[in-house]
Each structure stands twice: as C-alpha cells, then as structure tokens.
C-alpha cells in the first residue's frame, strides 16, 4: 500500500506544478507612465594629460639609439633557422620592440621610445643569454 501512495504521489507531483491560470491579456488602451527627465549631470572639465617630464631629450634620444644599436647587434648575429619555438618568439618579440621604439623616436615620442627600447634591450639579453647557454634547438 505505501508503495503504491508514493507511486500516487509521484505521478501527481508534476501535474500540481504545473499552472493553469489564464495569462491576462494586455490591455487595448496603452498606458503611459509619468517619465521624469533625468536632471543633467554638472560637466567636469576635462581630466588633466599627464605626460613624463624627460630632463634632456637629446640625451635620452642617445640613450635609445645605444639601446636599439646593441639590439640589432643580437638580431645580426643570430642564425633564426638555429633557434627553437621560444628562442623565435624571443627574435620576433625584438624586432617588434626595435621597430616600434624606431617609429616612436621618428614620432618624437621619445618616453614611449625609451620603454620600448628598454623592452628590447632586455630581450636581446635574454636571447643572447639562452643561446650562449646553449638552449637553442640544434
């Protein structure tokens, strides 16, 4: 008898969830909510351009030059079809950085030239670095 009450119970459990009350119909007049304008915001005035501050920009643009000079030194001296997958993500990733930091210093964006430069200097290390240590694909 109890199982025959839970089979009951089961059987009967989905039909009492289900709703069957009619879904109203919309209304044949449209209604119109009282829509309030959004008070204006005050303006801000604009927001200040911070740009670095370099102290002597020839000295700076020298700077680069040495940085890219050392790098394409790497970039001359190395045998691509000698590297591995990472040592040639490694020469992409520098010639990227070179060119860009080139187009900054023609640009006379000389902060953007000189983190490019740096990027590329660091690189061309760690390239020279691996392939003096032997861990290029051979």
Do not use: H, W, Y
């Amino acid at each position: 008898m109890r199982r025959e009450l839970g089979a009951l119970f089961l059987a009967a459990l989905p039909l009492g969830c289900a709703s069957t009350a009619p879904v109203p119909e919309a209304a044949s007049a449209p209604q119109t909510a009282a829509i309030s304008p959004r008070p204006a915001a005050p303006a801000l005035p604009p927001a200040p351009q911070v740009s670095p501050q370099i102290d002597n920009e020839d000295r700076a643009v020298r700077g680069v030059r040495a940085q890219l000079i050392r790098a394409n030194e790497v970039v001359a001296q190395v045998d691509p079809s000698k590297l591995g997958s990472e040592q040639q993500e490694m020469l992409s990733g520098l010639k990227d950085f070179v060119n860009k930091a080139d187009e900054a210093l023609r640009a006379r964006n000389v902060p953007r030239a000189q983190v490019l430069a740096d990027k590329a200097s660091r690189l061309a290390e760690d390239l020279a670095f691996a392939l003096k240590n032997g861990k290029a694909a051979r």
